[in-house]
């Protein structure tokens, strides 16, 4: 059974593209219009933008309809990043669209490389992850300790438990196929996906239950300062590092 946070439609655009891109945001400021220009800019006919609110307070999502952005909807039931993207995924799937894109709201991907992720998908994969560390991706002002983590535990422990060479786990740039979306045997709209569980667990599974993934290479970039970020130092590593143990150990398998 589908377990759905409840949400909220602001506004909603007809269904125009074969192709939604999800953009997860919580008071991401002027990070967001930013990004939002630049993916205008790239004139994708075959793309419907749609974001999913995790419950913002800055107004920076007042004028994005005007920016290109087909839907807006806000999560008004309980959890973080996993019940957001839950939330947008029903959403995509009730408008039958081929395949899903995200992209962080915090401008730090670069959307050119979205037309590579349709052309994936197009080809018939089902898991297209970005990565800024393999050949043709570039990283700049990645934090050294979180470039630490991702090259020597995080990609590490994901690649030993789904059996697929994973060089950048922690990126929500990625493209889905409908049919992973779908998958009974994955089951990504259980309740236990409230904050980074999901973005994980498809890393470890997908692989594992036949799903064809590859990596494609991006540009990340991070701004010089203050990083954007959800995750606090201390107390919020420690958890993704807990969660990242629970799911390479098969605490979030279907049963």
């Known amino acids: 059974m589908k377990e759905v946070p409840k949400y909220k439609v602001i506004f909603e655009g007809p269904e125009s593209g074969e192709?939604?891109?999800v953009i997860p945001v919580i008071n991401e400021g002027d990070r967001i219009s930013s990004l939002l220009r630049k993916i205008k800019d790239l004139k994708l006919s075959n793309l419907d933008v749609l974001i999913i609110d995790g419950g913002s307070t800055d107004?920076?999502?007042?004028?994005v309809?005007?920016?290109?952005?087909?839907?807006?909807?806000?999560?008004i039931g309980e959890g973080k990043l996993g019940a957001q993207l839950r939330c947008a995924y029903d959403f995509c799937l009730q408008r039958k669209y081929r395949g899903v894109i995200t992209i962080d709201g915090n401008d730090k991907d670069d959307?050119?490389?979205?037309?590579?992720?349709?052309?994936k998908l197009n080809k018939g994969y089902d898991f297209v992850q970005a990565s800024r560390?393999?050949?043709?991706?570039?990283?700049?002002?990645?934090?050294?300790?979180?470039?630490l983590a991702i090259k020597f535990i995080h990609a590490p422990l994901l690649s030993l438990s789904s059996g697929f060479q994973w060089t950048d786990t922690t990126q929500g740039f990625r493209g889905y196929s409908r049919r992973l979306l779908e998958s009974k045997e994955l089951d990504i709209f259980r309740d236990v996906f409230r904050n980074y569980?999901?973005?994980?667990?498809?890393?470890?599974?997908?692989?594992?239950h036949g799903f064809k993934c590859i990596?494609?290479?991006?540009?990340?970039?991070?701004?010089?300062?203050?990083?954007?970020?959800?995750?606090?130092?201390?107390?919020?590593?420690?958890?993704?590092?807990?969660?990242?143990?629970?799911?390479?150990?098969?605490?979030?398998d279907k049963k």
């Not at 107004?59 to 004028?63: G, Q, V």
Request: proline fraction near 8%; glycine fraction near 6%; aromatic fraction near 10%.
């Open 197 to 208: 569980e999901l973005l994980f667990f498809l890393s470890h599974a997908a692989p594992k």
């Open 133 to 147: 560390f393999i050949a043709g991706g570039h990283e700049i002002n990645t934090p050294f300790s979180r470039k």
């Open 65 to 75: 309809k005007e920016l290109g952005v087909n839907t807006l909807i806000v999560k």
């Open 19 to 21: 192709f939604a891109l």
């Open 59 to 63: 107004h920076s999502l007042d004028h």
């Open 215 to 252: 990596e494609l290479p991006t540009k990340r970039i991070y701004p010089q300062g203050k990083v954007p970020t959800k995750i606090s130092r201390i107390s919020g590593n420690f958890s993704v590092l807990k969660t990242l143990i629970k799911v390479v150990f098969g605490e979030y």
């Open 111 to 119: 959307p050119e490389a979205i037309p590579r992720f349709i052309e």
